[in-house]
């Protein structure tokens, strides 16, 4: 199990920039696969961005070409820079995480507020 504290969310102009940050701690960081989920407000839950084989990234749709996900294991932390924003990514934003191997996800974030103001 790992535990895992979102920070960076806040409000933005269209066309700005956040970072996201997802600190992890508790088992072996770099075993688990990591991802983001967002939520808007009356909406799902849904896929942002994850890490997959061999370090490789994939991404919605929605965010390709805007987000970009990183991940330094030497401090446990995965990254969301999220650029060109618009207004639709207005959400709470998650990190979570699976052992490899496993289908869902097992330990999520308490989830950050990101707000793009049009």
């Known amino acids: 199990q790992v535990q895992l504290v979102e920070s960076g969310g806040g409000l933005v102009q269209a066309g700005g920039s956040l970072r996201l940050s997802c600190a992890a701690s508790g088992r072996t960081f770099s075993t688990y696969v990591m991802a983001w989920f967002r939520q808007a407000p009356g909406k799902q839950r849904e896929f942002v961005a994850r890490?997959?084989?061999?370090?490789?990234?994939i991404y919605a749709d929605s965010v390709k070409g805007r987000f970009t996900l990183s991940r330094d294991n030497a401090k446990s932390t995965v990254y969301l820079q999220m650029n060109s924003l618009k207004p639709e990514d207005t959400a709470v934003y998650y990190c979570?995480?699976?052992?490899?191997?496993?289908?869902?996800?097992?330990?999520w974030g308490q989830g950050t507020q990101v707000t793009v103001s049009s």
């Open positions: 890490f997959f084989g061999g370090g490789r990234t």
């Open positions: 979570a995480a699976r052992p490899q191997g496993y289908s869902d996800y097992t330990d």
